[in-house]
DNA sequence: CTAATAGTGTCTTTCAGACAATATATA
DNA sequence: TATATATTGTCTGAAAGACACTATTAG
């Protein structure tokens, strides 16, 4: 810290000025954390001999409180004075997922005027990858209804507009979220604007079927994140139990990217990232499958 | 918003329950914003024929209170409850560096307890960047000291330790920021751990000369995103005048990078992302260069 | 044998790195 | 003309896309 003998206008030490700081006197915005929880759970197969389809899946909380009562929402909740951003999020994560130790990533802060009709409430929100099979299968003592929805998010509209010095582009995207016979979804205008050398962003919703707060926006964002993440760093594993098979991590991928891949390429690229082990699926209606494990890098990405 | 006849618990409405909510039962922290305004300045050189050198800079304001009297740091303020966070961004960036409609992004949220000796406070980045020759030269008036630093950020040591489940890997950053006589420094200790499956960066700073609170890690993970981003995104053109030769783009991107490139390589990956003009450069020494602008692009990155 | 997935080989295309070669201002 | 930068051409090697071909299990 700075010299300690350093006395400002008022003719006070550092210590003198801190002894006598009230931080009370402006209004302050309250504080949260929303936990985005992942995982990728696989779909019942009719046919014995095909392969589970996988699905993403996202925890999200039946509000049992004013507002948005009833509706669906992303975990989390105040972050106290007394602890770290990051601690708070932990803290949801073990609440709410009953899982502790797993991968966490800070992705945003959502700090719009009206985000919340409470008060004014801003919002971190973060992503937490979780490996299906290392999860009780009920979600968290917390919050009665706790819910994994498959989730689903896909561009709908695209409008490029020209502008005098620029353009904007204008993307619609609908995100779904089913669980059995619940049903919700919202669409999310985003909004990107070039005008001379100056990008901006804006996220609107403009429709909302079931999902509290602005959470469909934050959801969005996620999904656009983990996409652009899994191309170029290893976070998928995060989703992977200890030993997977090649096609099975191709499958996770996949269904992130909401594309196919060549399996041939696929294996080249995840190569260096995985070791081979002696393991092999067995009684698949087909050629068994050899088992891998995550082989995490010396300078590898981030 | 929900039903509103629904009733809570409590047997209230939402617009009931709305009316009676009280926000001030728990204390709550403090929310600031802080700037990373990045600009590039070319050095003045000796020989008349020699391009100038291209430098980064930043803009630090040296504190005129406590805490940290006398230090620098980053220019920044409260967020009032009464406006948005990337509004409270765009208000300190207007104030400070005295220039709006400029990029922005969104970069961190600092959540540590200890972070400011005041009392609790919640930080969220932004980084700036901005073209030097669109600045005023004197920056701001809010501050009286503000000042551009030439910024320089580089791994100092790295240290790799096994573990029982995986790794640690320690990098130690150094941070330099000169303006004129003045010198500050720290340096910032990474720390990455893969443990399992997961993965965890957390930074401390080592040592820090006249620099305030923390934001010796604000700077070096400022640096660090724009390394990264400058990379796959076309931020770079945000600190270039509308007009500007190739050579000059190219010794932008060194000057972040901190390496050199090749020109033809360079030339071609940068060509889809300029358009040419019929203008050249005079008075060089040497033979002129085309002018380019900036052409973004339909479907471009982000 | 068949269905279905597992896994490999290889041709082509694309792109980055390297570096040589050529062009053109000014003092 | 010498200096310093501007700009282009092309060889090479690495990696991605495409696709065909082979392998192996349960039933």
Redesign the pocket.
Known sequence: MADSNLRDRNGLTEQEFLRRYDAGIYERPSVTVDMLIFTVFDKEQD?????PEKALQLLLIKRGEHPFLGQWALPGGFVSVHEGLEQAAQRELLSEANIGNLYMEQLFTWGDVDRDPRTRVISTSYMALVDRTALDVKAGDDAADACWFEVDCRLVQEKKTMLADGYELERLIRVSLVHETESLGATVKVTTSYVGRTKRVSREIVESEGLAFDHAKLIEYAIERLRNKIEYTDIAFHLMPPLF???ELQQVYEVILGKEL????F???IAPLVTETNEY??????????LYRFNPHWGSLE
């Open positions: 046919n014995y001999r095909k392969l098979t090649l096609s060549l399996a041939a390429a294996r080249r690229k699926t067995k009684d698949a209606g087909h050629r068994p499958s050899k």
